[in-house]
């Protein structure tokens, strides 16, 4: 386990962040039909030195919230404070400034690199823009960096397509390091990777994290991959946060259907175990129209009349353990907390 070293001081905080996109209809006058609500509110918080993992299907806008906490997508609604900074105030030469203490690894490290530019320019060009070193020092800080990632200096005259899948993905983290990030925004590093990769660049992040005092926050589709990595878990479900707890209390006492089911679906290592798989009922549905109620209604097997049509609010049902369900809504009562402080 990584980033035990936490402090109770917050580095990330998410505050009720929306982000909708249109969805426009009509070949010459276009009109505004709806909106894809990909974040629909979401808040939580990141501490120092910690991961967070965040889990959910492919499509329940995980992804769209990493980008919305960095700006690359700009809010619908909602707050981001990086180090006590509001982001969603800052203008654009302000937000690129505190850009560099905020990095991310994209999923396909081959189309998050300029095919055109070579190794060493692509991890100098983070150094570059934010002018924190002269022309000498940052050759110096790239071969450092492939050292760093388990490259050779050498590696820096060649070209991306010139590496293989993994070795790509330690290019995208050495240029995430280019300019010393507090804060790592991981979105599905390793999915694209061979399982033996995968190990590999979990291991390499976990020592960087180790040696840099950095903070994750780790994007990931299915629960067994971020098991390893995070200190604390959070799972998504059509843009909203169903359940947050310590990755220890989620594999161990999970609340949330959703949660459930998905942990169901991890492969057990020895063929004779058996476990109970919990099949969900059809796809995810549109988060264009979503469902009323409680989101995940259509496909529960704990759906009761009330589900249909009371959205059930993130609350602290006892030792910081967060669920949106309206089965879990006594357990409440009982610890008596707020409703919003789900930090
Ligand atoms: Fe299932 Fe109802 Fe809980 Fe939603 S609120 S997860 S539908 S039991």
């Known amino acids: 386990m990584i980033g035990t070293n936490k402090a109770t001081e917050t580095l990330l905080k998410v505050e009720n962040l929306k982000k909708y996109f249109p969805v426009k209809k009509g070949l010459v006058i276009q009109r505004h039909v709806g909106d894809v609500k990909a974040v629909d509110g979401v808040s ?18 995980k992804s769209t919230l990493g980008r ?4 690359l997508l700009e809010p619908t609604q909602g707050k981001v404070i990086f180090q006590g900074q509001s982001l969603t105030e800052l203008s654009r030469e302000e937000m690129r400034k505190i850009r560099s203490q905020m990095q991310m ?3 396909d490290p081959l189309a998050s690199l300029n095919p055109r530019m070579k190794v060493r320019d692509i991890i100098g060009e983070p150094i570059l823009i934010h002018e924190v070193l002269n022309r000498v020092e940052r050759e110096k800080r790239v071969s450092k960096l492939l050292n760093i990632v388990g490259l050779s200096p050498n590696h820096g005259e060649r070209y991306p397509h010139e590496f293989s899948g993994g070795q790509r993905q330690r290019l995208g983290i050495a240029r995430a390091l280019a300019v010393n990030p507090k804060l790592i925004i991981c979105d599905e590093p390793i999915s694209a990777l061979d399982v033996s990769l995968q190990a590999q660049i979990i291991n390499l992040l976990e020592d960087l994290q180790a040696e840099f005092n950095l903070t994750y926050l780790f994007i990931a589709h299915d629960l067994a991959m971020v098991k390893h990595l995070s200190n604390r878990v959070a799972v998504m479900y059509l843009g909203k946060l169903v359940e947050l707890t310590s990755s220890e209390e989620l594999y161990l006492h999970p609340r949330h259907p959703y949660t459930i089911a998905l942990l169901s679906a991890i492969p057990l ?7 109970g798989r919990i099949i969900l009922k059809g796809d995810a549905p549109s988060s264009v129209n979503p ?8 496909r529960c097997p704990e759906m009761q009349d009330i589900c249909k049509v009371m959205d059930p609010e993130l609350i602290d049902i006892g030792n910081k353990h967060f669920v949106a369900c309206h089965l879990h809504t006594d357990e409440k009562k009982k610890v008596g907390n707020s409703v919003t402080n789900h930090q």
């Open 68 to 71: 919305t906490i960095l700006r």
């Open 44 to 61: 939580f918080e990141i501490y120092p030195g910690e991961t967070l993992g965040m889990v959910g299907e492919s499509g329940c806008g």
């Open 291 to 298: 469902p009323s109620g409680c989101r995940f209604h259509t």
């Open 105 to 107: 690894i994209f999923q």
């Open 269 to 275: 290592p020895y063929p004779n175990q058996k476990k």
